[in-house]
C-alpha cells in the first residue's frame, strides 16, 4: 500500500512555472512506478506525464513535452512535476498514482493508487 499526497498547485499567470510534489507514504515507494494526470473543468482525466521506479525512463503527453518534466527522489518519497510555461489550458486539478508494475503509463487503469489532487489555475 501507499498513499500519495499531493501539493504546489495554485495560481499562475500564462507562461509562468510551478512544481507539484507528490509525497508518499510507505518503505516500498521506490519499487512503484508513478505518473502525473489531470482532469480540466469540463473534461475527461488525461496523462500528463510517468516515470520508472528508478527514473530512467520517462513519458509525456504530447501537450506537455518541452514544458514540463517529471523527476523523482526516492529518497524523499517524493515525485515531482516542474511545469513551465504554463497556458490556461493546463488549468486543471493535478492527480499523481502510482503502481508497482506498469506498462501503459498513459493508461490510468494501470494505477492502483490515487492521491486527491492538487488545484493548477493559469490565468490568460
Known amino acids: 500500500q501507499v498513499q500519495l499526497v499531493e501539493s504546489g498547485g495554485g495560481l499562475v499567470q500564462a507562461g509562468g512555472s510551478l512544481r507539484l510534489s507528490c509525497a508518499a507514504s510507505?518503505?516500498?515507494?521506490?519499487?512503484?512506478?508513478m505518473g502525473w494526470f489531470r482532469q480540466g473543468p469540463g473534461k475527461d482525466r488525461e496523462f500528463v506525464a510517468g516515470?520508472?521506479?528508478?527514473?530512467?525512463?520517462?513519458y509525456y503527453a504530447d501537450s506537455v513535452k518541452g514544458r514540463f518534466t517529471i523527476s523523482r527522489d526516492n529518497a524523499k518519497n517524493t515525485v515531482y512535476l516542474q511545469m513551465m510555461t504554463l497556458k490556461p489550458e493546463d488549468t486543471a486539478v493535478y492527480y499523481c498514482?502510482?503502481?508497482?508494475?506498469?506498462?501503459?503509463?498513459?493508461?490510468?487503469?494501470?494505477?492502483?493508487?490515487w492521491g486527491q489532487g492538487t488545484q493548477v489555475t493559469v490565468s490568460s
Open positions: 510507505g518503505r516500498t515507494f521506490s519499487s512503484y512506478a
Open positions: 498514482a502510482a503502481n508497482p508494475k506498469i506498462l501503459l503509463y498513459y493508461s490510468g487503469r494501470e494505477y492502483n493508487f
Open positions: 516515470i520508472s521506479w528508478r527514473g530512467g525512463s520517462t
